[in-house]
């Protein structure tokens, strides 16, 4: 068990050496460094000193033989320039540098490390100052204005490839972000980075006045000498709108087909659906557009109410979505669209019933229906008595006249409704009534 856990221990220690064994500083700092990829050939890393004031790279080798040093320039480490100086005690050997932006070789035991040693004081970022761009129609894309410098940090492959070190300025505001649970905007923290320097950045547009905080780069901040610039209170013209629909069911009406869709919104006509509209700061205002073409080219209706509550009766589908905009009308938002399908309209009346002799089985006279949006229904005796009369299809006949149960029989019915594509509707027909006289 101890031979086993010694094994993955040295194993561990081989593998991490190279990482540990070359050492870099400058300007009385300790270097950034960075492990670039495979391809460049620098397993020795790339990395940045401060100043080339008391600048050193220290090797610590596998044991105490010679250790040699060379430079290379942005052609490639295959034209090197042998480098005499070098100071070895042991397993160190320590070269000062008097030289940056270039590359350097350590061999040993015929093994050779290639890093690449930049020189910050020669490209240091500065930031002195950062504004917003006054530009109009900054609807989706916010411009910022960057005052200050920052050279791109350049490195190169063993075979002479050109690389950039990212500086990763950060950038930091508040906007609003919708939070379903809480049915609102939130005000929240956003963060974007930017590779490199530049006196030109966009940033999405944030929907809640802000400042913007610009700090960096990755590598001062490692020094802990991280600058930052703010722009100062920016009023936004962005704008973002939500909506939300609810429909209004009919639980209790049995008779009613499809009155309560749980896949789409409609069903039966009258459909009654609630829309509420919810904001970020610079809508000024709000329109829900009705259409019947699902790109908006026609407009069917429109309205300016936060909270809309509408009663849909004609069939077929008509879509729905809310229009924000700010108050110069140059930022629009548009919520998602809402797909309202009232189906086509159906009416039947049973020819039969059984009042008063087993309750809640086949007790009430109801017609069965979808999608009618007027409706009168009068029932009548043999005689042209009037039994009933009926102003909603979810309404039925207990078969009882003047508080009492009629006699079981032949009666008469007549309807006059109308569907939710504006036909109307006649039916005549006739009911029998089958109970005991007793």
Request: net charge negative; charged share 20%.
């Amino acid at each position: 068990m101890y031979r086993f856990l010694i094994f993955w221990a040295s194993l561990f220690t081989l593998g991490g050496l190279y990482a540990q064994q070359i050492t870099v500083s400058g300007g009385g700092k300790p270097a950034y460094s960075y492990t670039p990829e495979a391809g460049t050939g620098l397993n020795g890393g790339v990395f940045v000193i401060y100043s080339l004031d008391q600048a050193t790279i220290e090797f610590s080798g596998e044991d105490d033989s010679p250790v040699s040093w060379r430079k290379f320039g942005p052609s490639g480490a295959a034209s090197y320039t042998p480098i005499a100086g070098a100071v070895q005690n042991g397993y160190l050997s320590t070269l000062n540098l008097t030289e940056a932006d270039c590359g350097y070789i350590i061999e040993q035991n015929g093994r050779s490390y290639y890093l690449w040693v930049i020189d910050y004081s020669q490209a240091p970022l500065v930031l002195n100052g950062a504004s917003v761009s006054n530009e109009s129609g900054q609807c989706e894309l916010t411009t910022l204005l960057l005052d200050g410098s920052g050279p791109r940090l350049n490195y190169y492959s063993i075979n002479g490839a050109p690389k950039n070190l990212e500086r990763e300025i950060t950038i930091s505001y508040m906007s609003l972000v919708w939070e379903e649970e809480a049915l609102a905007y939130i005000q929240t923290a956003q963060t974007e980075t930017i590779d490199n320097f530049s006196s030109t950045i966009q940033v999405p547009a944030p929907l809640c006045n802000t400042d913007f905080i610009l700090s960096g780069d990755q590598i001062l901040n490692y020094w802990g000498m991280e600058q930052s610039v703010s722009t100062g209170e920016y009023m936004t013209t962005a704008v973002g709108v939500t909506a939300i629909a609810e429909q209004t069911y009919r639980d209790d009406v049995l008779n009613e087909d499809d009155r309560h869709p749980t896949d789409y919104l409609g069903g039966s006509a009258p459909a009654e659906i609630e829309f509420q509209a919810y904001t970020t700061d610079a809508v000024t205002h709000i329109e829900w557009v009705f259409s019947d073409k699902e790109d908006f080219s026609t407009t069917t209706a429109r309205y300016n109410d936060q909270t809309l509550r509408y009663t849909f009766r004609d069939e077929g589908i008509t879509y729905v979505r809310l229009i924000g905009s700010n108050g110069t009308a140059e930022c629009q938002a548009y919520s998602t669209t809402f797909t309202v399908n009232i189906g086509e309209p159906r009416l039947e009346a049973p020819n039969a019933f059984s009042p008063g002799t087993s309750p809640g089985i086949n007790d009430e006279w109801k017609v069965a229906y979808k999608s009618i949006v007027n409706f009168k229904c009068w029932i009548f005796n043999k005689w042209g008595v009037q039994m009933c009369y009926l102003d909603s299809p979810d309404k039925g006949w207990d078969g009882k006249y003047r508080g009492k149960y009629v006699d079981p029989g032949v009666y008469y019915y007549v309807i006059e409704a109308k569907g939710a594509n504006n036909q109307k509707i006649k039916l005549k027909g006739h009911i029998n009534i089958m109970r005991s006289k007793n």
